[in-house]
């Protein structure tokens, strides 16, 4: 049976109608063209599904869809600003931390859900923070020195950002 979801996808707002059995990632891969997001295991194992559910890092593949009823997703889609890549982003292109790309929207949301919530992680707090995400490519040592530099990164900026309010 079929029932009108109402969300919030990447910042905008969504009405659609959708069948008690549809999990996020087909509302989002199917319903609004959000490719993005990859199902890779469809057991919630690998992680190429994760996206934030209110800041909630999920598998979407076993996430249903309305249970998603007013509430805020963010995919890979959204995680780029203003048509720019986001920091994360580009510091995995700069590092190689993406080879075939599969796991990396996955990857990608999962470690800006960590950074979000940790801004200055250990690498340990990174490994574990993509530890629900696998990844065939690489041995994940580009992911975590591509996370290193995000958290320095920022950690730098928010220093300069005090320095001149003082």
């Given at each position: 049976m079929a029932q009108m979801l109402h969300c919030t996808v990447n910042g905008t707002l969504v009405e659609r109608m959708v069948e008690d059995d549809?999990?996020?990632?087909?509302?989002?891969?199917?319903?609004?063209g959000l490719t993005g997001t990859k199902e890779g295991c469809g057991e919630g194992d690998c992680g190429a599904c994760t996206v934030l559910v209110d800041?909630?890092?999920v598998n979407?593949?076993?996430f249903l869809?309305?249970?998603?009823e007013g509430r805020s997703i963010t995919t890979i889609e959204g995680i780029e600003q203003d048509g720019e890549l986001s920091d994360i982003q580009q510091a995995f292109i700069?590092?190689?931390?993406?080879?075939?790309?599969?796991?990396?929207p996955?990857?990608?949301?999962?470690?800006s859900h960590l950074l979000n919530q940790n801004p200055e992680p250990s690498e340990e707090e990174i490994r574990r923070g993509m530890s629900g995400n696998l990844c065939r490519c690489t041995g994940y040592q580009q992911m975590v020195e591509a996370v290193q530099e995000v958290?320095?990164?920022?950690?730098?900026e928010k220093q300069s950002e005090k320095a001149i309010l003082i």
């Open positions: 549809t999990t996020l990632l087909t509302f989002l891969r199917e319903e609004l800041d909630t890092s979407s593949c076993l869809a309305l249970l998603a700069d590092h190689g931390a993406i080879q075939c790309g599969f796991c990396s996955g990857m990608i949301v999962s470690v958290a320095a990164h920022r950690k730098t």
